[in-house]
């Protein structure tokens, strides 16, 4: 063999090629195995990873993001970001940095006309003068372009850098694309449309909740606004996890909107800048109120903006918009009333089960006299606000409200005496009735299931409130020390030192960034595509454990089939997975198999032939050599680190082939020199190992999903509810006749039954396929035994009223048909799940309407009246499964399982028309699909119980059947009446 054809070898088969026989015999059989010695090195590398989780995941993460999870205080910080603290209300910049943190685009508004656009911005106003400044925003449709000029409406925040900026003007109609330009530059905005329309006419804007943790205050807030007719829109920084759950429970019950408020970051940047988050005032609440205002100012009539702390209680009519019409009927001409704060003390319960709202209210005690307030406008006057209201409003245009105030929450400070006085609860005007209300609506969502899992684990005292609070007080001090030397401190939570707790995760809000070019004398940064980012490290660990000590010995499919019953069946795999070792199930089987046929590996010959020449490339080849490797680790590292984000793409691509690289190097070409010995010596003790743990999977305990018992109680139940329906033996110990010969194979017998005979005077036979089964005792049940024969034909593949193209389903309508002639029922019903192919578009005399109406035709002939289940969505296989998955380990994504009502109806239209084509004397078809309509959506699981509608097969579980008595029982009451 000449040198130059093994140059052209790939690099494992010249070191094979360039040995001694037995050598290469040796060598041969590590390359085939080199799955079993490969397998246990890169199980060891994720298991390390694991171990040192709280450092490693936290801070890569970091590199990935660019934005550590809260309250971790470590980023990455870009060279022109700037670190002089003493002159950050004075040092002027070349360029002055906006953030455009909201854009708002109005077709029609009532305040600024036809195509207006607002820009809401935090924007560097020491750098450049913004009473001068003017931006150019240009917009376009698909056939033109147009540009327009604004000027900045600033709301000044004296002892911080950054503050809140609105910049409007008219655009373009059917506005598709937005930039801001300068500098001849430009940079795309990403905009939003205005709102409508809204949940409520008063809308309460809720501050930036940033490490919020304070779940009672929210609870107190939601159930007082619900109750006097007032939505709440939260903003969200970050947040401990379980608060987060309850939160969004109460936002699918409508109580408020949560949207993610962002800390503002530079993707990149030339010119140098002050880090905006710690000199915007209060976490930019400005920005958020402001951003809240713009949403809302064409759908709502009232306005207010409030802290979490901040309640607010009627005391002249029994709901907010009566009230606030009432205070402006006296006072038309302002633009706002405005309420002083005092502060109190609240009783704070340790667990939700101890919560009350009257014995809350019962609690308070005012601890400070009035303070700084808060404002209600009427939305279409104003256009941005500070904190406490804007800047552009003048005081004859505000009312001060005299007859009551607003109830703020908070700790007392220690170090002043104060006299601590009882809450005059006759101010607020609270009837007993109210109190009922509203603690019978908190009874209503604190019984309920979901939430009575997330109560166990709500933290039952403050922790980041108090480190916070402290951190405050200290920046007040500091600021009001006379003759102070250097500048004022900006307030904001941002400069406190959080440390990092380590009983509950966050969770926070987190976005892609994005930077524009370096333009003068304004450079843009903007972002898109919001999401909430949770941290992961303990529950990738709780989750993994057991799996990859059972990868560590390749016995990674056996514990599938232990947890799961099947390979991708309960729980399936899927791009949602959080199991990092999921994918080495089907390398498990290829090593079980070896063991019973590793000789075939020994007989396989080496392919010597060149192909192409493309092949012969040294980078393809060095890919090659570490392929196997790129396919062991890439899984892992997408799991653990991929984001919705470019940064986080790049990472995890980098570090899959820098992990690769660096194992084919230190181990896999290290093992092909191995001895004979020393190989058979690894492969037999790994051999004993996978046998081992192959038996312990199936004895020991240790190897048991370890779920939460709430958890695993839903689990069990929703398993329960799939299974009833189907037992076999209590539907048999019902029947007194189950056997009846068929023309074909028993297999397609769904089964067969006649019931005692009951009490009435008229005769019942339900025929179709499966979903006879899945609900003929829900259509028996309300005749009471109100009939004198009852039974039901299931056959599968039979269809009732049509056939399919295939001999079975011709031979059971035939069947079928049969039957309905000997038995000469009084009362037809048709259950079946329809065929594909009746989705297909109808055609001018269709053949199926046709064949429908023949066989229609044929059963009036015998039967006194046929009812025919309609058209119903169509579920996705294997939902339990998927459905269970979401619960186990994505509980807050599960309202993306039910089916989208529009998407759904577009599919059963055809279905539709077809049966409104088919014309019968004696036929009459009913719907069950209206009864699991919510909204824009059908339901497929019960949002109290947690229990699926629906199970793996498409059919419905015994949850789902019950939904559908109200309909049964008004066909089974017209049945007997017309008897």
């Known amino acids: 063999m000449s040198s130059n054809y093994d140059v052209q070898l790939p690099r494992n088969l010249q070191l094979l090629l360039n040995r001694s026989p037995a050598k290469r015999a040796v060598a041969s059989f590590c390359t085939r195995y080199k799955t079993v010695i490969l397998f246990p090195l890169i199980v060891i590398v994720m298991t390390t990873i694991f171990v040192y989780k709280n450092n490693t995941t936290q801070h890569v993460l970091l590199l990935m993001r660019d934005d550590p999870p809260p309250p971790v205080r470590l980023e990455r910080k870009p060279k022109s970001l700037l670190n002089d603290p003493n002159r950050r209300l004075s040092r002027k910049l070349p360029v002055s940095h906006v953030f455009v943190v909201s854009a708002y685009y109005y077709a029609e508004s009532k305040s600024l006309g036809k195509n207006a656009i607002a820009l809401n911005m935090a924007i560097d106003s020491v750098s450049k003068k913004l009473d001068k400044a003017v931006f150019t925003i240009v917009g376009s449709n698909s056939t033109n372009t147009t540009s327009s000029t604004a000027i900045p409406y600033v709301e000044n925040a004296d002892m911080c850098r950054y503050s809140t900026a609105v910049a409007i003007t008219k655009t373009i109609e059917n506005l598709e694309k937005l930039e801001l330009e300068s500098d001849g530059m430009t940079v795309e905005i990403p905009f939003k449309h205005a709102r409508s329309s809204a949940p409520k006419p008063v809308i309460f804007c ?3 909740q940033a490490v919020g943790e304070q779940w009672q205050l929210f609870v107190l807030q939601m159930h007082l606004l619900q109750k006097y007719g007032a939505h709440t829109h939260v903003y969200l920084v970050s947040m401990l996890e379980p608060y987060f759950d309850l939160m969004q429970e109460y936002e699918k019950q409508g109580y408020a909107t949560i949207e993610p408020w962002l800390r503002m970051k530079v993707s990149s940047s030339k010119s140098q800048f002050y880090e905006p988050n710690g000199n915007v005032e209060l976490g930019n609440r400005a920005g958020a109120f402001t951003d809240c205002l713009l949403q809302y100012k064409e759908a709502a009539q009232y306005i207010a903006f409030i802290d979490i702390a901040d309640l607010l209680f009627p005391v002249m009519k029994n709901s907010y918009l009566k009230e606030f019409h009432a205070e402006f009927k006296f ?109 019978k609506d908190f009874l209503k969502i604190k019984n309920s299931s979901r939430v009575r899992g997330i109560a166990r684990t709500l933290p039952m005292f403050d922790y980041y409130t108090l480190i916070i609070e402290e951190c405050f007080d200290e920046i007040v001090k500091y600021n009001s020390k006379e003759n102070l030397a250097g500048e004022k401190k900006c307030p904001n939570s941002d400069s406190c030192e959080l440390p990092q707790g380590n009983q509950y995760n966050c969770l926070h809000s987190d976005a892609e960034y994005l930077s524009g070019p370096e333009m003068e004398p304004f450079t843009f940064h903007t972002f898109n595509h919001t999401f909430w980012s949770r ?62 046929v590793p000789i075939i590996f020994f007989g396989l010959k080496f392919l010597k032939n060149d192909y192409l020449k493309i092949w012969k490339s040294a980078t393809l080849v060095y890919v090659g050599d570490i392929s196997y490797v790129l396919y062991l680790v890439h899984w892992p590292v997408i799991s653990m680190f991929l984001a919705p984000t470019i940064n986080s793409y790049i990472f995890c691509i980098l570090t899959v082939f820098i992990v690769s690289i660096f194992v084919h190097h230190i181990f896999e070409k290290q093992y092909l020199k191995l001895g004979m010995r020393d190989v058979f010596l690894l492969i037999f003790l790994l051999i004993g190992a996978n046998a081992y743990v192959q038996y312990s999977v199936r004895n020991d305990n240790f190897w048991a999903m370890d779920l939460p018992a709430e958890t695993q109680e839903v689990v069990d139940r929703n398993i329960v509810a799939s299974q009833t329906i189907w037992l076999k033996e209590p539907r048999k110990a019902r029947c007194i006749e189950t056997s009846i010969e068929v023309p074909f194979n028993q297999y397609y017998l769904g089964g067969f039954c006649r019931y005692p005979r009951g009490t009435g005077n008229m005769s019942i036979l339900v025929i179709g396929n499966s979903y006879v089964v899945n609900l003929v005792e829900k259509i028996r049940a309300p005749f009471n035994k109100n009939y004198s024969d009852f039974r039901y034909l299931s056959v599968y593949s039979s269809f009732g009223l049509y056939s399919g193209f295939t001999e079975q389903s011709k031979e059971a309508l035939n069947f079928t048909k049969q039957q309905v002639e000997k038995f000469k029922p009084d009362v037809l019903f048709v259950v079946a799940r329809y065929l594909e192919t009746i989705k297909d578009p109808v055609q001018k005399n269709d053949p199926l ?117 109200p309909v049964f029982k008004k066909v089974a009451k017209e049945i007997i009446n017309a008897s």
Not at 559 to 585: C, E, G, K, P, T
Not at 850 to 879: C, S, W
Not at 884 to 897: F, K, R
Request: with cysteine; glycine share 2%.
């Open 849 to 965: 309407v046709r064949q429908m109406e023949e066989t229609i035709e044929f059963y009036e002939k015998f039967v006194k009246k046929i009812y025919i289940l309609g058209a119903h969505p169509t579920y996705k296989e294997n939902f339990l499964d998927t459905f269970l998955q979401y619960l186990v380990t994505m509980p807050h994504n599960l309202d993306i399982l039910h089916l989208d009502k529009n998407l759904a109806d577009d599919e059963m239209r055809s279905v539709r028309e077809r049966f409104a084509e088919v014309k019968c004397k004696k036929c009459r078809f009913f719907d069950l699909s209206h009864l699991f309509v919510e909204g824009n959506k059908y339901l497929t699981f019960d949002k109290q119980t947690l229990i699926a509608y629906v199970d793996n097969a498409v059919h419905l579980t015994t949850a789902g059947a019950e939904m559908c008595d």
């Open 331 to 439: 006072h038309n001409s302002d633009s706002s009333i405005y309420y002083k704060r005092k502060g109190h003390e609240l009783v704070k319960p340790d667990t939700l089960a101890e919560f009350s709202f009257s014995d809350a209210i019962d609690s308070l005690k005012t601890v400070t006299s009035s303070k700084k307030g808060i404002v209600v406008v009427k939305p279409h006057r104003w256009n941005s606000t500070g904190i406490y209201g804007s800047q552009y409003e003048t005081k004859r245009n505000r009312y001060t409200v005299r007859n009551n105030y607003v109830v703020q929450i908070q700790t007392p400070d220690k170090e002043v005496n104060v006299t601590i006085r009882s809450y005059n609860s006759t101010m607020i005007k609270l009837r007993k009735k109210d109190f009922l209300t509203i603690e």
């Open 535 to 596: 941290e992961i490290g303990d529950f990738l660990w709780q989750n993994n454990d057991r799996y990859s000590l059972a990868s560590l010995i390749m016995a990674t499919n056996q514990l599938v089939i232990h947890d799961q019953a099947d390979y991708f069946n309960q729980f399936r795999a899927s791009l949602d997975s959080i199991n990092l070792f999921l994918h080495l199930w089907s390398l498990s089987v290829e090593m079980q198999f070896y063991l019973f």
């Open 206 to 208: 809720m501050a930036p």
